[in-house]
C-alpha cells in the first residue's frame, strides 16, 4: 500500500518560497505600521480579539502539534493521541487567570523576565528567568525549523542543509521587518492556512485506505491495548510530563505573554478561552495520520533518520495521493512551523530589547535599539541551523523542553499570585527541581522524574518563602514602563537592593 512518491524536489522548493514570499508581502505592508521598537515588540498594544486568537493559534500550532499528535498516536495508539491533545488545549485556557492577574498588576509590562526583575529585585532570579526564556525560545525556533527539515526530506528528499538555509532566509527576512504586527497578522492567514486543508487531506487518506471504519479495526489488530483510550503507558511513557511541560509552555513562555500585554485589555480573557478551543480539531485531525500508519503496519524502520516524527509525511506522501493534496499537506506543516518559528523571532525580540539591550545601555537611542533589536532575530537564526544540522533527535528533543519547562510552574504562579514569594525561593526551587528531576527521568522514567521535579519544586518554593518574613506590594508593578524614553537615571535600579520591593510582613501568618 505505501510506496514512495517520488515528487520532484522543486514543488518542495516553490512550496517553502511561494509561502515565503506572501508573508513577505504582508511584512512590506505592516512595516509602516512600526514606528519605534514598541511598535515592534508589543504592537503598541493594539491587537484586537479576530488577530488575537489567530496569532496564539499559529504560535501554538507548531510542528509538533501537526506531527507529534501523529507520532503519538502511531507508538502508543488512541491513548497517545488523547494523551497529546487534551492538555495542548487546555494550556493555552489555563493562561486567562494568569495573564489578566499580571496584566492589571504591570498594564504596561513587556517580558516575563521584566516580571522578574521587578517583582523580586535580584540578579540571580532574573539572571535565571533570562537565561530559562532564552533557552526556551531557540528551543521553538530549534524545533520547528527541524518540522520543516523532517517533512522536505521524507515529502521531496531535499537535503537538511539546503531546507535550513532557505527556510532561514525565508523567514528570518520577512519577520526583521514587521515584529509583532507581522507574526500576528501573518499567524492569522497560516491559522486559516492549516485547518480547512488538514481536514481535507486526512478526509482524502482516509477514503483512500478503505474508510475510518476499517482503519480502526486495523489498529485494533495491531495490538492489545491501541484502542484503550485510558492505557497508561501514553501517561507513563510521555503524558503526564507533557501536560505538565504544556502548562509551562504557556504561563512560562514570553510568546504568550507577549501576547498578553499586546492583546487589548477587553478582549484578552477570551482571547484564549478560544484560541485553545479552536486548537483542538488541528491535532485530532492530524493525529489520524498515525492511525494509519499504525494499522497499516508502518514500521520505525521505514520512516529512516525521522523516527516517530516523521509517519505523517511518510503516510500522506507514500499513499499515491494527487500531488496537489501532497502538497497541501507540506503547505500546512510549512504553516505552522514559520508562524512558530517568527512568533519566536518576535518574542526573542522583545526580550532582547526590554532585558538585555535596555538594561545593559538605559540611554541608548531608539534607532539604534530598534537596529539592534531586529539583529537579535538574524543571530537566532543562524544559531538555530547549526543545532538543527547537529542532527539531533526531534522527539526526544521536545520531551527534554517540555520536562524542563515544567519546572517554572510552580515558582512562577505562586511568584505571579503569592506576596510572600521570594526571590531566594524562586532560584533555589527551580535549579534544585531541574537538578534532581532530570537525572531521575533519565535513569527511572519519565513519570518518576516529573513527580519528583514538581514535588521538590513544590516543597523548596513553599518552605523557604515560609521561613522568611518578607512580602511583595504588587502595586510597585504599575510604574513599570521598560521601554519609555527617558536619561539614563530613568531605569530602575539594578536589585541588589532587595528591600526596595520586599518588605517585611508585620502580620506573617497573614
Known amino acids: 500500500m505505501f510506496t514512495p512518491s517520488n515528487l520532484s524536489p522543486g514543488i518542495g522548493f516553490a512550496l517553502m518560497l511561494g509561502l515565503g514570499v506572501f508573508m513577505f508581502f504582508v511584512a512590506s505592508v505592516v512595516r509602516k505600521m512600526v514606528r519605534n521598537t514598541h511598535d515592534f515588540v508589543i504592537a503598541d498594544r493594539k491587537i484586537g480579539f479576530g488577530f488575537g486568537v489567530g496569532s496564539v493559534i499559529a504560535v501554538w500550532t507548531w510542528s509538533m502539534a501537526v506531527m507529534m499528535s501523529s507520532a503519538q498516536a502511531f507508538t502508543f495508539g488512541t491513548s497517545g493521541l488523547i494523551w497529546f491533545v487534551v492538555p495542548n488545549g487546555l494550556a493555552v485556557m489555563a493562561m486567562v487567570p494568569f495573564a489578566l492577574k499580571l496584566r492589571r498588576q504591570m498594564p504596561a509590562g513587556y517580558t516575563i523576565v521584566e516580571f522578574i526583575r521587578q517583582r523580586f529585585q535580584n540578579r540571580p532570579a532574573t539572571t535565571v528567568m533570562l537565561i530559562a526564556m532564552l533557552l526556551g525560545l531557540l528551543a521553538e525556533i530549534f524545533i520547528n525549523l527541524f518540522g520543516v527539515v523532517l517533512v522536505m526530506g521524507v515529502v521531496f528528499g531535499i537535503s537538511p542543509t539546503v531546507v535550513l538555509i532557505v527556510t532561514l532566509a525565508t523567514v528570518t527576512i520577512y519577520s526583521y521587518f514587521g515584529g509583532l504586527w507581522t507574526s500576528a497578522i501573518t499567524a492569522t492567514f497560516n491559522t486559516l492556512l492549516i485547518t480547512v486543508p488538514a481536514a481535507i487531506v486526512v478526509l482524502y487518506v482516509l477514503q483512500k485506505v478503505g474508510g475510518a471504519d476499517l482503519v480502526f479495526q486495523k489498529v485494533k489488530a495491531a495490538g492489545p491495548n491501541t484502542l484503550n483510550a485510558f492505557d497508561g503507558s501514553a501517561a507513563a511513557g510521555f503524558g503526564i510530563s507533557l501536560a505538565l511541560g504544556l502548562l509551562a509552555s504557556t504561563m512560562a513562555d514570553q510568546t504568550f505573554w507577549q501576547k498578553a500585554w499586546a492583546l487589548k485589555p477587553s478582549t484578552m480573557g477570551r482571547t ?6 479552536w486548537f483542538y ?190 512580602s511583595f506590594d504588587f502595586a510597585t508593578l504599575r510604574r513599570s514602563d521598560a521601554l519609555a524614553e527617558g536619561p539614563p537615571g530613568d531605569d530602575p535600579a539594578e536589585p541588589s537592593d532587595v528591600k526596595s520591593a520586599e518588605v517585611v510582613d508585620p502580620d506573617p501568618v497573614r
Open 272 to 277: 484564549f478561552v478560544w484560541a485553545g478551543l
Open 281 to 470: 480539531p488541528i491535532p485530532i485531525v492530524l493525529g489520524l495520520l498515525g492511525l494509519v500508519g499504525l494499522g497499516f503496519g508502518v514500521n520505525v524502520a521505514d520512516l529512516g533518520d525521522a523516527g516517530s516524527g516523521g509517519i505523517g509525511p511518510y503516510v500522506v506522501s507514500h499513499l499515491g495521493l494527487p500531488i496537489v493534496l501532497v502538497a497541501l499537506y507540506v503547505l500546512i506543516i510549512l504553516n505552522a512551523c514559520y508562524s512558530s518559528i517568527d512568533g519566536a523571532f518576535s518574542a526573542l525580540s522583545s526580550i532582547v530589547a526590554v532585558d538585555v539591550l535596555k538594561r545593559a545601555n538605559p540611554a541608548i537611542s531608539s534607532k539604534s535599539l530598534l537596529r539592534w533589536t531586529k539583529a537579535s532575530i538574524i543571530i537566532a537564526g543562524v544559531v538555530g541551523g547549526i543545532v538543527v544540522s547537529s542532527g539531533i533527535d526531534y522527539v526526544e528533543l521536545v520531551n527534554t523542553v517540555y520536562f524542563i519547562k515544567a519546572a517554572l510552574i510552580i515558582p512562577l504562579a505562586l511568584a505571579i499570585f503569592w506576596r510572600r514569594m521570594t526571590s531566594t525561593a524562586f532560584v533555589v526551587s527551580l535549579v534544585l527541581a531541574v537538578a534532581v528531576g532530570y537525572p531521575v527521568r533519565q535513569l527511572v522514567g519519565e513519570l518518576q522524574g516529573i513527580v519528583t521535579l514538581e514535588v521538590i519544586s513544590l516543597v523548596a518554593a513553599v518552605g523557604i518563602s515560609l521561613l522568611s518574613r518578607q
